[in-house]
């Protein structure tokens, strides 16, 4: 749908430029133009104040890129490639490697996903397909509380109640049953990859719930319909018409939930350990990109080392803008489908 | 025989991944009420007047309070929506009433992006923006990184809740004969009012909990209120701080504190719910 005001003035124009023939009609136009002429002015004004205003919100995206490329322009030139490979951070040497802040970022993401996923879905499934509807509201609003919930306590409850509980019971377990595995091998600390990637996955079950039962929510009721007609179980149903429909939408969903797991501050800083390490153990310590900045921006001294901080920083926003720009033309085109049909 | 062995595993089929599905919603819940639950019952075991009215102690020495801190937060809050709102509003006005459909559709996008940078990133934007600048970490600067948060948020709501206002409304303000921007301003805003005033307290109520942005903008401050270009503590930094110490009376602030900032923020989203819930009516 076309702004109003601007659909307004479209059809406004062309009725004063040409009648239904296709004539031009000159008179009506210097009439209206004369008629209105004080007022047009004030709305011009407020108009292009609105423009303003919408294009402080670009600009502020694109200075976000200029401004981090330009910080970040010392550590670029002097390391080029080799800061996303290195692994070594040594503000002394003042040598800097950005590789096992990229690993614990995608590790602590990748752990967080698999634990969010399945209960994701599930809860989406529960509320969209199977809820009560005195279940449904209360149900949906309570886990998008979860959400609301801001990371630092997160993070406090980490630190105290889940690193602990993390330590031992979780990591003697797996170091005592899977501990063949490089995976589960090392000491149990707590702190670490482990912690953070459980961390982010409550932090993301919010976000890839509300999104997949959005999705799962614009499925037209003639496919459920036809499903069941044909002699389905409901599980069946959700399995073969509803998830397939809608497949795109969740996957934008978790990409969704991806990029907000890569670039989550603090409750992850609280829980990870801090150190910078490339090691296949998930009991490990570990840092992420995010993890990095908040510890040592403030500090930081010397060009390059700053720099390498907005490096960092810059990294993730191109990683975390690339995946939103994904989710979103994904979830759009779901549920714009469903907004097309009604 | 065959076929209804079929039948029978197909049954519990069902059964078992329904069951799965509200197992998970209950795993989902279960996460609220573990975190929302420990941190209250932790929070108001340690809750006491002083928190509010007494300010920080040194490291090591009992007592102390965050009133400096809990001050602080509203500072931001308050310089955050001076800054955000206006240019959220007038950008959800651009966006529903005056944008032609291209040019909408690109600012759309670019606020639905920006929602999604790493608050991190934001705040080291903002570092770079105000705080190298003026050679000061300040509580400008942390106004300056939670208003970029709170834009895109409430541009999007006011976009959202003003075109549901019904365009005879606008045809008839402006059959009255007054120009578009009193018709916007005198009908189309007031007519959306809740969801526009739902949507600012959205994004407040998102910033009210923002550490990472603050972490070197408003930096913290022991000292108190000193003006908007000095340093200033948040509520949610003290927190972090705290928590990290190895003190166990600060420790327990901690908790307090994030009781008090989990009753702020929580708050907000029931109010908001309740706001949005009555428009619905």
């Given at each position: 749908m076309p702004a109003f005001f601007t659909f307004m003035e479209r059809s406004a124009k062309s009725a004063q430029e040409t009648d239904e023939a296709g004539n031009k009609i000159m008179p009506t136009k210097v009439i209206g133009r004369k008629f209105l002429g004080h007022r047009r002015y004030s709305d011009r004004i407020f108009s292009s104040l609105t423009v303003f205003f919408a294009f402080v919100i670009v600009a502020i995206l694109l200075g976000m890129i200029v401004a981090l490329n330009f910080d970040a322009l010392p550590a670029i030139r002097k390391f080029g490639i080799e800061f996303i490979v290195g692994t070594v951070w040594n503000a002394v040497t003042e040598q800097f490697g950005a590789l096992p802040a990229i690993y614990g970022t995608l590790l602590s993401s990748a752990i967080g996903l698999l634990i969010a996923i399945p209960i994701s879905l599930g809860a989406a499934i529960f509320l969209v397909e199977l809820a009560p509807n005195w279940i449904r509201g209360p149900g949906s609003f309570l886990i998008e509380m979860l959400a609301a919930i801001p990371s630092v306590i997160i993070g406090l409850w980490g630190l105290f109640v889940l690193v602990p509980f993390v330590r031992n019971p979780i990591e003697g377990w797996l170091g005592d049953?899977?501990?063949?595995?490089p995976l589960f091998?090392?000491?149990?600390?707590?702190?670490?990859f482990l912690a953070a990637g459980i961390i982010l996955a409550i932090m993301v079950v919010p976000i890839i719930t509300a999104v997949s039962r959005d999705v799962m929510r614009a499925v037209p009721n003639s496919q459920r319909e036809a499903m069941l007609a044909l002699g389905a179980t409901r599980w069946e149903m959700i399995r073969r018409a509803v998830l397939p429909y809608c497949r795109s939408g969740l996957v934008g969903a978790v990409i969704l939930g991806l990029g907000r797991a890569l670039g989550e501050t603090m409750a992850v800083t609280m829980v990870i350990g801090n150190k910078y390490a490339l090691t296949p153990s998930l009991f490990s310590p570990g840092a992420t990109i995010a993890s990095k900045i908040a510890g040592e921006f403030g500090e930081a001294a010397g060009d390059v080392f700053v720099a390498s901080l907005v490096e960092l920083a810059l990294v993730l926003f191109a990683v975390t803008l690339l995946i939103n720009v994904i989710a979103r033309l994904l979830v759009w085109r779901m549920t714009s489908v469903k907004a097309a049909q009604e | 025989m065959m076929v209804q062995s079929i039948y029978f595993r197909r049954k519990w089929i069902n059964r078992l991944m329904l069951g799965l599905s509200g197992i998970a919603a209950g795993i989902g819940i279960a996460m609220l009420a573990l975190i929302l639950g420990y941190t209250l019952v932790q929070g108001i075991s340690y809750l006491n007047l002083d928190l509010i009215t007494q300010a920080a102690k040194p490291a090591g020495e009992i007592g102390g309070g965050m009133r400096n801190e809990i001050f602080g937060t509203l500072i931001l809050i308050g310089l955050a929506s001076v800054l955000a709102i206006p240019i959220g509003l007038m950008a959800g006005i651009f966006l529903s009433d005056f944008g032609s459909p291209r040019i909408a559709s690109a600012v759309r996008f670019a606020a639905d992006i920006l929602a999604g940078v790493p608050s991190i990133v934001v705040g080291v934007f903002a570092y770079a923006l105000v705080v190298r600048p003026m050679h000061s970490y300040s509580a400008f600067s942390g106004g300056v990184a939670l208003a970029i948060i709170m834009v895109p948020i409430v541009a999007r709501t006011a976009e959202e809740s003003l075109r549901l206002v019904p365009n005879s409304m606008r045809e008839a303000a402006l059959a009255l004969g007054i120009t578009r921007w009193r018709a916007v301003l005198g009908v189309v805003v007031p007519g959306a009012l809740t969801g526009v005033v739902t949507g600012i307290m959205l994004a407040v109520a998102r910033v009210a909990g923002e550490t990472a942005p603050l972490l070197?903008?408003?930096?913290?401050?022991?000292?108190?209120?000193?003006?908007?270009s000095n340093s200033i503590g948040a509520l949610p930094l003290q927190i972090y701080n705290y928590a990290l110490s190895p003190y166990s009376d600060q420790n327990q602030q901690a908790w307090a504190g994030a009781f008090l900032l989990i009753i702020l923020v929580l708050g907000i989203s029931i109010l908001v719910r309740w706001l949005s819930r009555r428009k619905r009516v």
């Open positions: 049953n899977l501990g063949f595995i091998q090392g000491p149990p600390f707590g702190l670490g | 070197f903008t408003a930096f913290g401050n022991y000292f108190g209120f000193q003006g908007l």
